[in-house]
T-cell receptor, first 112, second 112 residues
């Protein structure tokens, strides 16, 4: 079985400041790691994914994440956020069984 | 990637009635899944839709309440039966292809 813990339920930040959304996972098998974003009243959009190779993964909208196997973490970062980044962010692990397990989500609120 | 569409996109229903949600993928996927996202919460897997056989349900979900069909590799339906206000949620369909899941835009259901 696998689990995902998003360490911060809410992250308020001022515009143009850097942000990090933290995600830890546990699994007894190899996993793939994903970050999704959900804007208000919209569906899930894939931000980025780690499948293999380089542990630093770059995604859309200037986001990046680093896979750390020893710490079982996959934290999401952006050096300078915009008002439009205000949304719910979900970390997820995916196994060869085809299922995704999601964290509880982090609400990012960017203030002017 | 795969493009997934769902119908209806939203609906308002009376308690005691049933609603069938359709999910169409634009190309073949290995597996299809149904998730529920209750207001302000993360995604919870309801079941895996198996082609030509009964769906595999997660703990807490039963076939009588959420009957699922998957007649072919690109189409599935989820029925929410005998609805109550507690069933008000977003229902998302997803498809798996190898090492990634793709999500539909969701069906926003409100039960009065």
């Amino acid at each position: 079985a696998q689990s995902v813990t998003q360490l911060d339920s809410q992250v308020p930040v001022f515009e143009e400041a850097p942000v990090e959304l933290r995600c830890n996972y546990s699994s007894s098998v190899s996993v793939y790691l994903f970050w999704y974003v959900q804007y208000p009243n919209q569906g899930l959009q894939l931000l980025l994914k780690y499948l293999s190779g380089s542990t630093l993964v770059k995604g859309i909208n200037g986001f990046e994440a680093e896979f750390n196997k020893s710490q079982t973490s996959f934290h999401l970062r952006k050096p300078s956020v915009h008002i439009s980044d205000t949304a719910e962010y979900f970390c997820a692990v995916y196994t060869n069984a085809g299922k995704s397990t999601f964290g509880d989500g982090t609400t990012l609120t960017v203030k002017p | 990637s795969a493009v997934i569409s769902q119908k209806p996109s939203r609906d308002i229903c009376q308690r005691g009635t049933s609603l069938t949600i359709q999910c169409q993928v634009d190309s073949q996927v290995t597996m299809m899944f149904w998730y529920r996202q209750q207001p302000g919460q993360s995604l919870t897997l309801i079941a895996t839709a198996n082609q030509g056989s009964e769906a595999t349900y997660e703990s807490g979900f039963v076939i009588d309440k959420f009957p699922i069909s998957r007649p072919n590799l690109t189409f599935s339906t989820l029925t929410v039966s005998n609805m109550s206000p507690e069933d008000s949620s977003i229902y998302l369909c997803s498809g798996d292809r190898g090492n990634e899941q793709f999500f539909g835009p969701g069906t926003r259901l409100t039960v009065l």
